[in-house]
């Protein structure tokens, strides 16, 4: 089956301008992840939906990062006023069910953000 | 806090050689350790977890929680296991599921 698909695959952008990312998890996965990875490093958490509603953003760096799941399917990252620093590899994964402690996360190929 | 650290960035064997990618943890509770993989130009891949205790593709892992250690060890290195590797950590919380906290990564190569 299809696995997880993430929208764009790059994006290069203008420092202070907005993106938006997007995320098509597995169907029927109730469970999504944002990672971040930086260059040299491990990804890092940023955001968890269960269903529609995030159950933990403690990850997201600060107020300029919003992510959100309407449907409870396909998942939007924002990012207003972009800074060099957000230059990253913004991953996506999905799991079944967060409540199962053993759920494989299956990742997206991830959308490679440049902010010059 | 949880954290996880693979003490090696770079681990450079010849094919045939015994394997041994280390990963170490620190978390108050019950963890679940997990390796991923990721092969050049492909995605994040779970590669095996603590709890199956299972070999993949020739690899091990044992979580020893008095080092609380979680190594990823193989006997004889292919040049197929050429890739990045990524120790994790789960600690399911009431509200976060079970969100991953990743290792900095070894970048394993295996030279013919």
């Known amino acids: 089956g299809a696995g997880v698909s993430q929208t764009p695959s790059n994006k290069v952008t203008e420092k202070g301008k907005y993106v938006e990312l997007r995320c098509d998890p597995i169907s029927g996965h109730t469970a999504l992840y944002w990672y971040r990875q930086s260059l040299g490093q491990g990804p890092e958490f940023l955001i968890y939906f269960q269903g529609t509603g995030a159950a933990d953003d403690s990850g997201l760096p600060n107020d300029r990062f919003f992510a959100v799941r309407p449907e409870g399917s396909v998942s939007t990252l924002k990012i207003q006023r972009t800074e060099r620093g957000d230059s990253a590899v913004y991953l996506c994964?999905?799991?079944?069910?967060?409540?199962?402690?053993?759920?494989?996360?299956?990742f997206g190929p991830g959308t490679r953000l440049t902010v010059l | 806090a949880q954290r996880v650290t693979q003490p090696e960035k770079l681990l450079s064997v010849f094919k045939g050689a015994p394997v041994e990618l280390k990963c170490n943890y620190s978390y108050s509770g019950s963890p679940e350790l997990f390796w991923y993989v990721q092969y050049s130009r492909q995605r994040l891949q779970l590669l095996l977890r603590?709890?199956s205790r299972e070999s993949i593709k020739g690899f091990t892992a044992d979580l020893n929680k008095g080092e609380t250690s979680f190594h990823l060890k193989k006997p004889f290195a292919q040049e197929e296991d050429s890739a990045m590797y990524y120790c994790a950590l789960s600690a399911l919380t009431d509200n976060a599921g079970n969100m991953l906290t990743f290792g900095g990564g070894t970048r394993l190569m295996v030279k013919p």
């Open positions: 603590h709890i």
């Open positions: 994964a999905s799991s079944r069910d967060s409540g199962v402690s053993t759920d494989t996360q299956y």
